[in-house]
């Protein structure tokens, strides 16, 4: 079992910065794949970003609409990945979660096994 717990969100102004931490515990998750997603009230979840192993390389996959200004990484000595958003936009606003799995497809919600409890981002205007 896998354990996520999120935080670094909150409210900011456009064009400022966070950075959101999704740390796991139980086991490590080095080899996992973990994305971010998010949802704004009333819309469906979406994929925003994801890290994952490949040929012991790092891979990272990005919403369109993010690329540029978000940036996924992850430091497996403290079992954590970051995603740090910048140039933050009012329909970045949404609860952001992280999960963590062992797949290949990672934009598809679906086929992660693990969740966090999200955590609310908000960009003011």
């Known amino acids: 079992q896998v354990q996520l717990v999120e935080s670094g969100g909150g409210l900011v102004q456009a064009g400022g910065s966070l950075r959101l931490s999704c740390a796991a515990s139980?086991?490590?998750?080095?080899?996992?794949?973990v994305g971010w997603f998010r949802q704004a009230p009333g819309k469906e979840r979406e994929f925003v970003a994801a890290?994952?192993?490949?040929?012991?390389?790092?891979?990272?996959y990005y919403l369109d609409s993010v690329k540029g200004r978000f940036t996924i990484s992850r430091n497996n000595e403290k079992n954590t990945v970051y995603l740090q958003m910048n140039s933050l936009k009012p329909e970045d606003t949404a609860v952001y979660y992280c999960?963590?799995?062992?797949?290949?497809?990672?934009?598809?919600?679906?086929?992660?096994?693990?969740w966090g409890q999200g955590t609310q981002v908000t960009v003011s205007s």
């Open positions: 139980g086991r490590t998750f080095s080899s996992y794949a």
């Open positions: 890290i994952s192993i490949r040929w012991s390389a790092d891979n990272t």
């Open positions: 999960a963590a799995g062992t797949t290949a497809w990672v934009s598809t919600s679906s086929e992660y096994d693990y």
